[in-house]
């Protein structure tokens, strides 16, 4: 649960796909919270039963979820792979609780969640299938591909320590639980970039080449930039950017790297200093600090400093020579 909350917390700062990864670990640790108190107290309420099985008609979802987030740009429809079991299992909860209906639950609702569990983990197999041919071919594996397979890893093997339970002891799942949650901090202690999020390769471009087609298209959007102006905000990113241009910003700063060799910052720069070498010409009675702020850079030195870089002159020398 600790975990859980330290990568919701960062999901703020940095990627929304930890969200899921988040709730991924919330409803892993109800389950496992369920049966370690089951095990070692029988006379457990039957409430906490009922919601640590519940918990598990999730785990599945969000670990699709959190997968199919690292390794596909596709918008993903997190509601309607969560809200509908969500609300499903609370139906059922109202309608069979498990205090009167074990029964119920136990041959029917319980081997259902198992079934939509399995289900989930098959589709997610589909989308971290790359990396078991690398495994089989003998390559080389980055480290992201290594933390995807290590949360995939996990999560089947304590759906099939559960389903095995009956069959060894039912204290299987939690142990299980423990060991993989001892890789999944172990993975995070020796991460070797801290300025990753969670092992996303600098490598983001790798076997995902834009056809002629995106090229294009991306081509036509990017003037949208100057037609707009949205340089002129200060506070402009790249995901701002691609929202607006109604682009990936992966296929965005894709397109910026390897058809413009520029980045995504030092294409708004050049914008910025185009607007501003029209206003130091134009606009006399503008002051120089003035111009820099208008152009959306925040701080006279920024602005001087990247006017230099691109020109060649100082801001200054660039409207004397200019008036001249």
């Given amino acids: 649960m600790v975990l859980s909350l330290y990568f919701a917390m960062n999901a703020n700062k940095k990627k929304f796909s930890n969200y899921f990864l988040s709730f991924l670990l919330l409803v892993l640790s109800v389950r496992i919270i369920k049966s370690v108190f089951f095990y070692f107290n029988p006379d457990l309420s039957n409430v906490f039963i009922q919601i640590g099985l519940s918990a598990c008609v999730l785990i599945g979802p969000f670990l699709y979820l959190y997968i199919k987030s ?3 740009d596709e918008k993903l429809n997190w509601v309607g792979h969560t809200l509908p079991y969500f609300i499903g299992i609370v139906v059922l909860g109202i309608l069979y609780p498990y205090v009167e209906h074990q029964a119920v639950w136990s ?6 969640i198992y079934i ?4 989930y983990i098959a589709f997610s197999t589909k989308d971290i299938w790359t990396i078991f041919m690398k495994l ?3 390559e080389k594996v980055v ?14 093997l304590i759906w099939l320590a559960y389903c095995i339970a009956a069959y060894t002891s039912y204290i299987i799942g939690a142990l299980s ?7 999944i901090i172990l993975l995070l202690v020796f991460r070797n970039n801290q300025t990753s999020t969670f092992f996303q390769e600098k490598e983001k471009y790798k ?22 102006e949205l340089f002129l905000n200060p506070q402009l990113t790249l995901d701002e950017t691609a929202k607006e241009l109604k682009l990936s910003k992966h296929v965005l700063s894709q397109y910026l790297n390897e058809q413009m060799g520029k980045s995504f910052t030092n294409v708004i720069n050049e914008y910025r200093i185009e607007k501003a070498k029209v206003l130091l010409h134009s606009q006399n009675n503008y ?3 003035a111009v820099g702020y208008d152009c959306g850079f925040n701080s006279k030195s920024t602005f001087f400093s990247t006017f230099k870089k691109i020109t060649g002159k100082t801001p200054s020398e660039f409207q004397k020579s200019s008036s001249n």
């Fill in 70 to 72: 690292q390794t596909s």
């Fill in 107 to 112: 041959r029917w609702i319980v081997k259902g």
């Fill in 116 to 119: 939509q569990w399995f289900v």
């Fill in 136 to 138: 089989k071919r003998g």
């Fill in 143 to 156: 480290n992201s591909d290594v933390w995807l397979l290590s949360i995939y890893c996990g999560v089947a």
């Fill in 177 to 183: 639980f423990t060991f993989i949650l001892y890789l």
């Fill in 207 to 228: 076997n995902k080449e834009l056809d002629a087609v995106t090229i294009e298209d991306v081509k036509q959007k990017i003037a949208l930039i100057v037609e707009r």
């Fill in 287 to 289: 002051t120089i600090e």
